[in-house]
Structures are given as structure tokens and as C-alpha cells.
Nanobody, 117 residues
């Protein structure tokens, strides 16, 4: 059974940092693309970043480029999102997405990040 679970959210002041983690199980983690997607209050989902299987190909939304870093540890079946220079507009629920291709997409329950002074 595929399972992904986010952790690491919380309240942080503008300019601060947080690191989100996503623990995955039930599939061959190293073989699939993983993404972070966020949803701010009252808004639709926004793709944040994606990383290919070996970590060699990484993409970011323009809104987070230069501030966020995605990474993965295939030995630990874990996806990360290092978020620096956080802004109030980064406030959102952050979701981990496992893109298993023809086998479907799987989502965690999300972790809330609040950027506020």
C-alpha cells in the first residue's frame, strides 16, 4: 500500500527557514518522480518543485526559485524541501506527491507552513 506522509511544518517569521520531509513507503521510491505542491488559504493548488528519480533533474516554480531546495534520499525513501527566506505568501499547506505514472498519483495529508511575524 502506497503511503506518503509530510512533516516539518510550523510557524516561522518572515525571512526564516524550515525543512519539510516526506516519508514514503509501499513503492520503489527511487524509481519515481516526486513533487511538492502547496495550497494557500482560499487559493488553488500550486506546484512548487519536482525531482526526478536520481535527483539529477530538478525544477522549481518561479515563485520559489533561489529560495527553496528539493532533494531526496533514496536510501531512506524520503523527500525533502528546504525553504529559506520565507515570505508571508509562502503560507500554505504543503503536500508531497508521488507520481507513479500509469500506477497513479499519491498524496499525503499535508503539513501547514505559516509565515508570520
Amino acid at each position: 500500500q502506497v503511503h506518503v506522509a509530510e512533516s516539518g511544518g510550523g510557524l516561522v517569521q518572515p525571512g526564516g527557514s524550515l525543512r519539510l520531509s516526506c516519508a514514503a513507503s509501499g513503492f520503489t521510491f527511487s524509481s519515481y518522480v516526486m513533487n511538492w505542491v502547496r495550497q494557500a488559504p482560499g487559493k488553488g493548488p500550486e506546484w512548487v518543485s519536482g525531482i526526478y528519480t536520481g535527483g539529477g533533474s530538478i525544477n522549481y516554480a518561479d515563485s520559489v526559485k533561489g529560495r527553496f531546495t528539493i532533494s531526496r534520499d533514496n536510501a531512506k525513501n524520503t523527500l525533502y524541501l528546504q525553504m529559506n527566506s520565507l515570505k508571508p505568501e509562502d503560507t500554505a499547506v504543503y503536500y508531497c506527491n508521488a507520481d507513479l505514472g500509469i500506477f497513479g498519483e499519491y498524496w499525503g495529508k499535508g503539513t501547514l507552513v505559516t509565515v508570520s511575524s
